[in-house]
């Protein structure tokens, strides 16, 4: 029988579909196992099309196959099999925790455009000013917003091993694509690569200790969150709308992607609730109000439009910290203790 690594090295000479890179370097095998005379591989989730997938399969078989001592070879996605004959019990990998971090809480949307990442933000700094050590990890590779949110230019640095620091800003630990990229560069990546970065942000960088991972995901429905499922243990998520029923019918489709990859949902927030004019106090429900009740979530807070939460977003200045004793920041403080106060049932 082969080795593990000369199954790797016999993988490698499979290109992913329109691209120069092969499978095993863009990170799409997770684990190959080794069973007798038979061999494993587990292929992690990809947003790549089934006939893709199946086609890797084959490949995948017939070139293992051809080695010396294999009789069998079984390709899994973690749904299905795609090549191969009759599967034996292997058992899923194991998701291990970050080292050192204790609840990885995902904030997530189902479209773009409704504060996500000043929801993000504003939620990791009120966990912090409750007394809870912090980091954000900004996972929205093609939109990175979290540096020009938390108003900083550093770049990262290198420690031993390839590890990355994080940045550190507020009291915040921070890492981001946005931080090894200039404002003209286009993003221009497939699934596979972006699945790669993620993987690197949650296992590269140094985070030491912290009570609270805060992941901002890009909109909808994508690799991501998928990586992530895979590769840690995620607490909770977090699930951000606005009040207008175009919005909600996005959530539901956060609210299954979460399902499907067994993440508890500890609530919802709705932001841009509503308008509150800073002369008179006049509340006016632009978007219409209450909205996500109609999800059946709990809805964790309640965020009106001021003007000051989109000047401190652009100066990096968050809201929660410019001005924390105003409405806006106590209801940013009411959110993080109810996360902070989820049932153990909701909450593990």
């Not at 990262?156 to 990229?181: C, H, N, Q, T």
């Not at 998520?237 to 299954?256: C, E, K, M, Y």
Request: hydrophobic share 40%; aromatic share 4%.
């Amino acid at each position: 029988m082969p080795t593990e690594q000369e199954v790797r090295t016999h993988l490698q000479k499979i290109a992913y579909p329109g691209s120069r890179h092969d499978i095993v370097t863009l990170g799409l095998v997770s684990e190959i196992g080794l069973h007798g005379s038979d061999v494993v591989v587990h292929f992690r989730p990809s947003s790549a099309s089934d006939q893709v997938l199946q086609h890797l399969g084959g490949k995948i078989t017939a070139a293992l196959s051809a080695l010396p001592g294999v009789e069998h070879v079984v390709v899994h996605d973690g749904r299905r099999r795609l090549g191969g004959g009759q599967q034996r019990p292997v058992a899923a990998p194991a998701k291990s925790p970050l080292p050192g971090v204790g609840k990885v809480i995902a904030v997530a949307s189902g479209k773009g455009g409704v504060g996500k990442s000043t929801v993000s933000v504003n939620l990791a700094l009120a966990l912090k000013a409750l007394g809870n050590r912090v980091g954000v990890l900004d996972a929205d590779v093609y939109g990175p917003s979290i540096p020009l949110m938390m108003g900083s230019e550093a770049t990262p640095r290198a420690g031993d091993d390839k590890k990355i620091y994080p940045v550190e800003k507020y009291g915040i630990s921070l890492i981001s694509m946005g931080f090894f990229l200039d404002d003209q560069s286009p993003v221009i990546w497939r699934g596979p690569i972006v699945m790669g970065i993620i993987r690197q942000f949650l296992r590269d960088v140094i985070w030491g200790d912290l009570d609270y991972l805060v992941v901002d995901l890009p909109p909808g429905t994508g690799d991501a969150v998928l990586t992530l499922a895979q590769e840690i243990p995620l607490n909770g998520g977090v699930i951000v709308s606005t009040p207008q029923d175009v919005a909600l019918l996005d959530v539901n489709r956060g609210i299954a992607m979460f399902k499907q990859v067994h993440v508890p949902i500890i609530g919802i927030v709705e932001n841009m609730s509503y308008y509150l004019c800073p002369h008179c106090g006049e509340r006016e429900e632009i978007f219409g109000h209450g909205g996500v009740k109609k999800t059946g979530l709990e809805v964790l807070g309640e965020i009106p439009i001021v003007e000051e939460i989109r000047t401190g977003g652009d100066e990096g200045k968050p809201m929660v910290l410019q001005s924390p004793d105003h409405a806006v920041s106590r209801a940013f403080h009411t959110i993080a203790n109810r996360v902070m106060q989820a049932s153990p049932k909701t909450l593990h």
